[in-house]
């Protein structure tokens, strides 16, 4: 989500502890202020060395920067999970609408890209996973939410598209996402449709497709899972697996290989190329 471009250090921390879950936060600050609070009052060593001297102003140092710490990083984190609690109500309020269309502006077509954005969470939100907001790189950004469930993480690309289709090259570079975060799979998320190669490419793989109807299906069954639990459809999450240590090409499908850079901008560094070079020219 857009933020400020100048922010204080203690804003930031806000920041970063308003996109955790709010119990996350209050035990990060509960941490700091553990850990900080022991440098803080921890006795300076006896000097017996000159050679000690440098060590000995370093620790000093940092035991004096610890004694401002241990109050403002869990003031920060407290902040931010006040924050956290707070825009919960606002994603709860705003799927709420969206499920019972109170208004015409509030439909999976009618709010901005944020407001998507916080709408999808909030829907995997109800299905058991926990979310991360990283807040993508704007309307039509990399990756909005990451998802946990158990130790399985989950990637998940939104895309308000109201008059195109999502397509193949979208979910193609989706797909590369996940290798490089080592994710167990990724959704793509979008209040439109995909095209027939974008849902081509993504049935053998670890990418799973949510239109728009599907999007209000779960949406309108949310009000059934707060009210029954029981009723809950949980989400498919049985992906094929990843391959990170040999992953498919992007293009044909062919098996990659590890290439070097011999020339350009990033000579001499690593790369994915297709095992078909020079017929195919896949790379990432």
Known sequence: MARRNKTSPFEDLIFIASRLPWWLSLLIALAAWLY???VAISPPPTVTDPKQFASAMTGQMW??????????????FIFGAIGSLFARGKRRKLLEDVASAIRPGKTVEGIDWQQFEQLVGEAFRRQG????????????????LILHKGREKHLV???????????????????????????????????????????????????????????????????????????????QTRFVPVQPSVPSCPVCNSAMQKRVAKRGANIGNEFWGCSQYPKCRGAF
């Open 36 to 38: 900080l609070h022991s």
């Open 63 to 76: 035991r004096t920067f610890a004694l401002f710490l241990q109050y403002i990083v869990p003031v920060a």
């Open 129 to 144: 996973f926990i979310v991360t907001e990283t807040g993508g790189n704007g309307p039509d950004g990399g990756i909005e």
């Open 157 to 235: 690309q939104c895309k308000q598209w109201k008059a195109t289709k999502v397509g193949v090259a979208v979910v193609r570079e989706f797909f590369g996402l996940i290798a490089a975060e080592g994710a167990a799979g990724g959704f793509v998320v979008t209040s439109g449709s995909f095209t027939a190669d974008a849902e081509a490419f993504a049935s053998s793989r670890n990418i799973r497709l949510v239109e728009g109807a599907e999007l209000k299906r779960w949406i309108a069954a949310s009000r059934t899972v707060q009210a029954h639990p029981s009723a809950a459809t949980p989400v």
